[in-house]
């Protein structure tokens, strides 16, 4: 990054901690200081010379900066370990780390802070307990940050982004001009657009460019973007400031038209949603019936869908990684998150599917079958590799329910055993056929023609029903947007397991013309069953 991108970004900090009251609401300044950050020290000319390892003190406050990035292949050699933590605390060569943690150094302190918190550096990677201790803090870690600087243009950290910015080439002619009387050149551009697409098609007069979006394929790198006030987005073509009232601006005078989002929800929208669904009444054990979601059910519903695009390392930071949006929205709404899912709306919550078995790649690196030895409940996405549809139902009916009879059943639902009461049959028992769209859970290792040999010793369980669906949803299965007047249910498809509990294998949809559930169901039997 140029120095006069530099001064412009710093520009845009100054104005944005002076006069954007959005951004500074709701925090301490300065905010307190993560368990440990890098000292950068005050001596701007010896930006090449040693940072150290600080241990802050317990309401220690300062204002310090984050970095989001992508670690690379295994084998990230500048990890904070038990081993290394000392030579951290006593000093070690700027020069000795990768060339994008170097540049971000050398941003970091020309924007005027001091400390800076990098996960790979400040969290004690072969320490189970401290990953424990610190995951938990992340929100309030990218929440209280002055800004966090996003290495969108990088795979790898060996790269660097203190390159020169990447113009396109939208040339159309030249022309002769008189400019104060005398005869220059100038050139004529084609405005440049910013596209996400993957086939983007140029459009009458335009040329279109991709943003890098390294970011956007990471999990990680989600809340990390989600949860920050204030984001300097370093792409190859250009340096964007993003805060909660400058959306995804240039910091110096551009040849290109406005991007498209940079990040796919940011603090503000989040915050605004939840607030404009605050009056709405929370479902109540055992009378979900009439209840509408909240909008802000519907905005976790997305970001699940986003997030499960991504890629990971480790199956079992499948969690972990969403973990600092999910406290936020605990902490906004007053609702729990088990497993990735809202207690508060649990059954809508179940109507996810993974249906991109043969178009997405998986998650995390593991075969089919076996794509995480964490032990997630069956009945949370958490557990599944390939990307996650949410089925939208805005009219959603549940016909099940949390059973809450039990003063343990929260502490069973934590642990991962969800009793679960509804009509249920066995799939051999049903007379009156029920036929529709089966999406197996690519985690249990069911394929079509395992199901159907197995289908005389599986159940189905009732979840609920909807006269309308997403268009998103309506899209993806084929179905026209206007039909006649027809119903949707859903049902869970379960595998019974030892000592009289089950295992969820998928999710059934069923489009029926009309409207007449108890008939369709009058022979399912009302049970309450334990799912695990």
């Given at each position: 990054m140029g120095d006069s991108n530099l001064l412009?970004?710093?520009?845009s900090l100054t104005t944005c901690l002076e006069k954007h009251?959005?951004?500074?609401?709701?925090?301490?300044?300065?905010?307190?200081?993560?368990?440990?950050v890098l000292d950068l020290g005050l001596d701007e000319s010896a930006l090449d010379g040693i940072f150290k390892l600080y241990e802050s003190r317990k309401g220690e406050r300062q204002h310090y900066s984050c970095l989001s990035y992508r670690w690379g292949e295994p084998g990230h050699r500048n990890l904070l370990t038990k081993n290394r933590k000392v030579d951290f605390i006593n000093g070690a060569q700027v020069l000795d780390l990768e060339q994008c943690i170097q540049d971000t150094i050398r941003v970091i302190r020309k924007m005027g802070t001091r400390y800076l918190w990098i996960d790979a550096l400040c969290i004690i990677q072969d320490d189970d307990q401290d990953i424990a201790t610190q995951i938990p803090q992340m929100k309030d870690i990218y929440t209280n940050a002055t800004f966090v600087l996003a290495a969108d243009s990088l795979s790898d950290p060996a790269q660097t982004f203190s390159r020169p910015r990447h113009v396109p080439q939208a040339h159309i002619c030249d022309f002769p001009a008189l400019i104060d009387g005398n005869l220059e050149t100038l050139s004529?551009?084609?405005?440049?657009?910013?596209?996400?697409?993957?086939?983007?098609?140029?459009?009458e007069h335009k040329h279109y460019i991709e943003l890098d979006q390294q970011l956007s394929n990471r999990a990680w790198t989600l809340q990390e973007c989600v949860l920050a006030r204030r984001l300097l987005v370093c792409s190859s073509s250009e340096i964007f400031w993003h805060c909660q009232e400058v959306s995804?601006?240039?910091?110096?005078?551009?040849?290109?038209?406005?991007?498209k989002a940079l990040v796919p929800l940011d603090r503000q929208t989040l915050m605004e949603s939840i607030q404009e669904s605050k009056e709405d009444v929370s479902p109540t054990a055992g009378s979900p019936e009439n209840e509408v979601p909240p909008e802000w059910l519907f905005l976790w519903f997305g970001l699940i869908?986003?997030?499960?695009?991504r890629q990971m390392s480790k199956p079992r930071d499948s969690l972990n990684a969403l973990g600092g949006i999910a406290q936020e929205f605990e902490f906004q709404t007053g609702d729990k998150f088990v497993f990735g899912l809202s207690r508060k709306y649990l059954v809508w919550n179940l109507l996810w599917c993974s249906?991109?078995?043969?178009?997405?790649p998986h998650r995390w690196p593991q075969s089919p079958g076996k794509e995480c030895d964490v032990s997630f409940p069956s009945w949370s996405w958490a557990g599944v590799s390939l990307p996650v549809k949410m089925i939208l139902c805005n009219e959603f009916i549940p016909e099940a329910e949390v059973a809450t009879n039990s003063d343990d059943t929260y502490d069973l639902l934590d642990a991962g055993t969800l009793l679960l009461q509804g009509k249920m049959t066995r799939i051999s028992d049903?007379?009156?056929?029920?036929?529709?769209?089966?999406?197996?859970?690519c985690r249990s290792g069911v394929d079509r023609d395992d199901f159907e040999r197995r289908k005389s010793s599986m159940f189905y369980l009732y979840l609920g029903h909807s006269t309308e669906l997403s268009r998103d949803y309506t899209l993806y299965v084929g179905m026209a947007a206007h039909q006649e007047v027809s119903s949707h249910y859903f049902y869970l498809v379960l595998d019974p397991v030892r000592n009289g509990q089950f295992e969820r294998l998928g999710l059934v949809h069923h489009r029926q013309l009309g409207h007449d559930p108890d008939l369709l169901h009058a022979?399912?039997?009302?049970t309450s069953i334990w799912i695990r």
């Open positions: 412009a970004a710093k520009h009251e959005n951004c500074k609401s709701g925090i301490s300044d300065p905010p307190i200081l993560p368990t440990r004529l551009l084609y405005m440049v657009e910013y596209s996400k697409d993957e086939n983007p098609q140029p459009g995804n601006q240039p910091v110096r005078p551009s040849y290109f038209a406005q991007p869908e986003d997030y499960t695009k249906p991109f078995l043969d178009e997405k049903i007379k009156r056929k029920v036929d529709g769209v089966t999406w197996l859970d022979e399912w039997t009302e």
